[in-house]
Each structure stands twice: as C-alpha cells, then as structure tokens.
C-alpha cells in the first residue's frame, strides 16, 4: 500500500462524515454520467423517430432524464467540498 492510500484511509478514520460525503459525491458523479448518456441516447433516438406518438413519449422521458440530470448537478454542486481555510492565507492584494 502506498502512503497516500495509507493517509486517504486513515483520513477516513479519523472523519467519518468526510469519507461518506467524499463516497456520496462519487456515486453521484457516475450517476450523473449515465444519466447523460441516457440522455444522448434519447435525443438520438428521437431524431430517428418519425411516428408522432413514439416521439410525444421520448420527449416526456428525454425531460424527465434532463430534469433529473440538472437537480444532480446542483446537489453535486451543493456538496462540493470547502476549502475557504486553506485559501484564508492567500488574500489577493
């Protein structure tokens, strides 16, 4: 084992909360790229489509998969990690 990976579990140990958020955001984040490439799927799908009421009904699920794509990302980006104390000592002047 590598020292980082040592440190990185050690971390882990020492707070717990941390290492849950870190996993949260990770699970998130390959969420968040299969919803996208559902989401490709759809739009490729639908500009293959000719008949009108296939089409109606991939654009209510290509919406839904959006819609649950944006509030991904701003729940991503909500958790995203605070690193004010280590930029506290860089002050721009």
Request: aromatic letters at 2%; proline letters at 3%.
């Amino acid at each position: 084992m590598g020292l980082n990976t040592l440190l990185d579990k050690l971390g882990d140990m020492l707070e717990p909360e941390a290492s849950r958020k870190k996993n949260y955001r990770k699970k998130l984040k390959t969420l968040l790229k299969d919803l996208k490439q559902k989401e490709n799927k759809l739009k490729e799908k639908l500009e293959a489509t000719e008949d009108e009421r296939k089409r109606n009904r991939l654009e209510k699920e290509l919406e839904i998969v959006h819609t649950q794509r944006k509030k991904g990302i701003k729940v991503l980006e909500e958790t995203k990690p605070d690193h004010s104390d280590q930029t506290q000592d860089e002050s721009p002047e």
